[in-house]
């Protein structure tokens, strides 16, 4: 008779721990232990996930591991984090058959996706099994965003890691020692993701990586003005999209969310966000980086907007520019010189 599965537990912080600096996990009645699912097949994943309902909407922390995590490293964990419990959904285990069930969910407008930098997650989901990732709360982005509002200018590459993330005192104010271990371990072993079955170090991080993200955007639905938050939903659509480049403009994806009314009653409506992608001719990738980033860096500070490369992990004949159109425009005359000056 074979043995039932491992059963693991981990602590959820909660949401009513709400003073800057409070150290939740030193404070018994801050957390609440919930159980760890690892998730071979759909119907162990909840019933309003599988099927949503815009009368059962949801927030959930969301995450993905993987090997060489993008359109064609293999996604092997997807990690949901619910109030109450953490799935970790076993793509290895399960296969296309149970990530294709999560489909309706992650493309879903009533279920909101907490995650930390979507870009290479969404990319993966899409390239690999087609599905694209909607309504999204990128906490990368709104970090950023409440940094604005505090009257603190974005400098070029000025974006945290989840890692730094947890060790602000608002958020969390605790060091992630175990990130850096697993970072070790992958180094060594790129393919530390996929092995099977899964070790109790493998799922402690899987669950790491989601169990403090539904505490971390109650902290920030605090701190975000209705401005913040257009471009919070725009800006996260907007990456979603960003490496998974097709050939109808990404007419097949949701719309984008309009401007709010109430931003544009003063006369100080927000300028409209926009995603543009240049080719790049092979062999002229030098020119837009420069010796040792040079360029790209010195284009990254004329521009408000954020100019991401494809990169090794692709596609590599393309920059992705993500901002206010003006900016976008702009970022798009710099780079275009480049590619036209001679050495």
Same mark, same amino acid.
């Given at each position: 008779?074979?043995?039932?599965?491992?059963?693991?537990?981990?602590?959820?912080?909660?949401?009513?721990?709400?003073?800057?600096?409070?150290?939740?996990?030193?404070?018994?009645?801050?957390?609440?232990?919930?159980?760890?699912?690892?998730?071979?097949?759909?119907?162990?994943?909840?019933?309003?996930?599988?099927?949503?309902?815009?009368?059962?909407?949801?927030?959930?922390?969301?995450?993905?591991?993987?090997?060489?995590?993008?359109?064609?490293?293999?996604?092997?964990?997807?990690?949901?984090?619910?109030?109450?419990?953490?799935?970790?959904?076993?793509?290895?285990?399960?296969?296309?058959?149970?990530?294709?069930?999560?489909?309706?969910?992650?493309?879903?407008?009533?279920?909101?996706?907490?995650?930390?930098?979507?870009?290479?997650?969404?990319?993966?989901?899409?390239?690999?099994?087609?599905?694209?990732?909607?309504?999204?709360?990128?906490?990368?982005?709104?970090?950023?965003?409440?940094?604005?509002?505090?009257?603190?200018?974005?400098?070029?590459?000025?974006?945290?890691?989840?890692?730094?993330?947890?060790?602000?005192?608002?958020?969390? @104010?605790?060091?992630?020692?175990?990130?850096?271990?697993?970072?070790?371990?992958?180094?060594?072993?790129?393919?530390?993701?996929?092995?099977?079955?899964?070790?109790?170090?493998?799922?402690?991080?899987?669950?790491?990586?989601?169990?403090?993200?539904?505490?971390?955007?109650?902290?920030?639905?605090?701190?975000?003005?209705?401005?913040?938050?257009?471009?919070?939903?725009?800006?996260?659509?907007?990456?979603?999209?960003?490496?998974?480049?097709?050939?109808n403009d990404y007419a097949d994806w949701p719309s984008l969310p309009?401007?709010?009314?109430?931003?544009?009653?003063?006369?100080?409506?927000?300028?409209?966000?926009?995603?543009?992608?240049?080719?790049?001719?092979? @062999?002229?990738?030098?020119?837009?980086?420069?010796?040792?980033?040079?360029?790209?860096?010195?284009?990254?500070?004329?521009?408000?907007?954020?100019?991401?490369? @494809?990169?090794?992990? @692709?596609?590599?004949?393309?920059?992705?520019?993500?901002?206010?159109?003006?900016?976008?425009?702009?970022?798009?005359?710099?780079?275009?010189?480049?590619?036209?000056?001679?050495?």
């Amino acid at each position: 008779m074979a043995s039932p599965p491992p059963s693991y537990q981990t602590d959820l912080p909660l949401p009513s721990a709400s003073q800057p600096g409070d150290k939740f996990l030193d404070h018994e009645d801050r957390s609440t232990p919930v159980p760890i699912h690892v998730v071979t097949s759909a119907s162990q994943l909840p019933v309003e996930f599988l099927e949503p309902s815009p009368q059962e909407q949801l927030v959930i922390g969301f995450d993905c591991e993987g090997v060489d995590l993008c359109r064609t490293g293999a996604l092997c964990i997807m990690q949901l984090a619910f109030p109450d419990a953490i799935y970790l959904v076993d793509a290895i285990e399960g296969g296309e058959t149970l990530i294709r069930a999560c489909k309706p969910a992650l493309e879903s407008s009533y279920i909101t996706k907490v995650i930390h930098d979507c870009k290479r997650d969404s990319e993966a989901l899409y390239f690999q099994f087609g599905i694209k990732l909607n309504n999204v709360v990128d906490t990368q982005i709104a970090y950023s965003l409440i940094k604005e509002q505090e009257g603190r200018k974005r400098l070029t590459d000025d974006y945290i890691s989840f890692v730094g993330l947890l060790a602000d005192p608002y958020y969390c @104010g605790i060091s992630y020692d175990e990130k850096e271990e697993v970072r070790i371990l992958l180094r060594q072993d790129p393919k530390f993701w996929k092995y099977r079955p899964l070790s109790e170090l493998m799922v402690r991080a899987a669950a790491d990586d989601v169990r403090f993200l539904l505490y971390i955007y109650h902290r920030m639905m605090e701190k975000l003005n209705e401005r913040s938050l257009w471009y919070l939903a725009v800006r996260g659509a907007l990456n979603c999209r960003c490496f998974c480049v097709n050939d109808n403009d990404y007419a097949d994806w949701p719309s984008l969310p309009p401007i709010p009314d109430k931003l544009t009653v003063d006369g100080d409506a927000p300028e409209e966000e926009i995603l543009s992608v240049l080719d790049v001719p092979s @062999g002229k990738m030098g020119r837009i980086i420069g010796r040792r980033g040079a360029t790209i860096m010195s284009i990254k500070e004329s521009c408000n907007a954020e100019i991401l490369i @494809g990169g090794a992990k @692709g596609p590599p004949d393309k920059v992705f520019i993500v901002g206010p159109v003006k900016q976008v425009r702009k970022a798009e005359a710099l780079l275009r010189g480049r590619l036209l000056d001679v050495y």
